[in-house]
């Protein structure tokens, strides 16, 4: 959404406007006013032409409406249907955009780690944020717990009580919420890029999801997701930027630290009590042998010996 059309919305948010006050206030020809304002309604808002002028109406539930009212610094690029949210924000990465949003009702060719496929049918939120964050590549990993954490206070906020699996599943009673894919372009010491996906199961019905996925709706009722994405954004934009927040509040939220765990990784399987998570993201496993210390790897939940 450009400036313009962000301003004929802030505009009219305190009441009915003429197009004269709006060309004079937003410093445009009437004419633009008009096209501005038919942009707007073509992307679904309510905005009724009246005795006193312009009237804004009802907000879209979703779309680019997310950036109306959004309390961080992203700009939303809003497609009803994709291929893949992260496809799209590599195109972006490549042209040199920075803090945009790819939003999506609808994710057809949407993939997860190790290049699982991952539904994305219509009413979840699928998004992919295109960062250019000034830290080294050795950091990127916390941007992902960044994405947990933040998904996890969205659903919450919504009535779900989801938990965060390490590193960065977010679960209800073992079901799948939301799935997290982090890429990253950069050098041995600069990050050129990188693009947090984020695709949360919201609005969508239990029969619409495969098994072992859970949905906001499913476990709550169905949410304004506008309003959910909003809030998904604005707390991963308040961790990003005091990186010092993010252990604590993954620690905070997590099922996994306390539980007796089986984490496969490469070389071998680590099996023993999950004590903690450090920076960028490693867990700290107490096995029969010492604490080791997992970079990446398959964890499971085990049951108590």
Not at 132 to 140: F, K, Q, T, Y
Not at 182 to 191: D, I
Not at 227 to 239: T, W
Request: charged letters at 30%.
């Amino acid at each position: 959404m450009n400036d313009t059309r962000r301003g004929v919305l802030d505009a009219l948010a305190d009441g009915p406007m003429s197009g004269p006050e709006l060309a004079e206030t937003l410093s445009v020809s009437r004419n633009a006013v008009w096209k501005h304002v038919e942009a707007l309604r073509e992307s679904g808002f309510e905005i009724e032409s009246t005795g006193d002028g312009y009237r804004l109406g009802e907000i879209p539930e979703f779309g680019l409406a997310v950036e109306y009212g959004l309390d961080a610094p992203f700009e939303i690029e809003y497609h009803d249907s994709i291929g893949s949210t992260n496809d799209r924000a590599r195109e972006l990465a490549a042209d040199g955009a920075k803090n945009v949003v790819v939003l999506a009702d609808e994710q057809v060719g949407g993939r997860g780690r190790l290049e699982r496929k991952w539904v994305g049918p219509s009413g979840g939120v699928w998004s992919s944020l295109v960062l250019r964050p000034d830290i080294p590549p050795s950091h990127a990993p916390l941007l992902t717990l960044a994405a947990a954490v933040a998904v996890t206070r969205a659903a919450r906020e919504a009535g779900v009580p989801a938990d965060i699996k390490w590193p960065n599943d977010v679960l209800v009673d073992g079901e799948k919420l939301c799935g997290i894919l982090t890429e990253m372009e950069g050098e041995a010491n600069r990050v050129s890029w990188v693009i947090v996906g984020i695709g949360t199961n919201v609005n969508i019905a239990g029969e619409d999801l495969p098994a072992g996925a859970t949905s906001v709706q499913e476990q709550a009722g169905a949410v304004n997701r506008r309003v959910f994405a909003q809030r998904l954004l604005e707390e991963f934009d308040e961790l990003r930027t005091d990186p010092e927040k993010i252990l604590p509040a993954w620690r905070e939220h997590s099922a996994t630290l306390g539980q007796r765990v089986r984490v496969e990784t490469r070389n071998e399987d680590v099996v023993g009590e999950a004590i903690d998570i450090e920076s960028p993201g490693v867990l700290v496993v107490d096995t029969d042998d010492g604490e080791v210390r997992v970079h990446a790897g398959d964890c499971e939940h085990l049951r108590p010996v």
